[in-house]
Every structure is written in C-alpha cells, then in structure tokens.
Nanobody
C-alpha cells in the first residue's frame, strides 16, 4: 500500500497563507488534495501528475498552488489569500501506477485547516 503522512494544517486569519505537505511511502502516479467541510461532500482541491500536470478546482484557482518534490514522493499545497470558506479537513490523495492490493487510491488521515478572524 501507499502510506501518506500529512502536515501543515492549522488556524489562520482570512487573507493568510498555509502550506500543506504530504509525504508518500513510494512514488505515486498522481497525487493531490481533497477537502471536506462539515456537512458537505469531499471535493477536489488540486491534483498533480508525476509529470507535473496540474488541475485545480475553480474555487482555488489563482490562490492555491500544488507541486511535487524532485523525488516525486512529496506533494505540497501552497494556499494563499485564504477565505473562511476554505475551512475544511484536507486529505492527501495518491493514485498508484497499478492497483495495490486491489486499491487504486490511497488517502491520508486528514489535516484541519481553519480560516477565521
């Protein structure tokens, strides 16, 4: 399996910045971040392929930036100009090159991001 270790969440004021980090135990094909706010479904925030192609939710375009380390095992989410509606638990996601144990996706434990004054 792919083990994912997240860090970097916390409390920040509106307009502030946070950087989320997720380290994988092996190199995934694709990595990304999803989030889930109270009472809402989990939604895509951003993804990045092993080749560096990125995709963003419309709500975060221009404010968030996703990237991967040179070793391809770590994914970063730089979040700028944070808004209260960005408050959620953020989950790291990884898709392996081939299914592992029948699984084609793996998730981190989640890290809380709270944007409030």
């Amino acid at each position: 399996q792919i083990r994912l270790l997240e860090s970097g969440g916390g409390l920040v004021q509106p307009g502030g910045s946070l950087r989320l980090v997720c380290e994988a135990s092996q190199i995934p094909l694709n990595m990304g971040w999803y989030r889930q706010a109270p009472g809402k479904q989990r939604e895509l925030v951003a993804t990045v392929t092993v080749g560096g192609t990125t995709d963003y939710a419309d709500s975060v375009k221009g404010r968030f930036a996703i990237s991967r380390s040179v070793a391809k095992t770590t994914v970063y989410l730089q979040m700028n100009t944070l808004k209260p509606e960005d408050t959620a638990v953020y989950y790291c996601y990884a898709q392996p090159y081939l299914p592992i144990g029948g699984r084609s996706e793996f998730w981190g434990q989640g890290t809380q991001v709270a944007v409030s004054s």
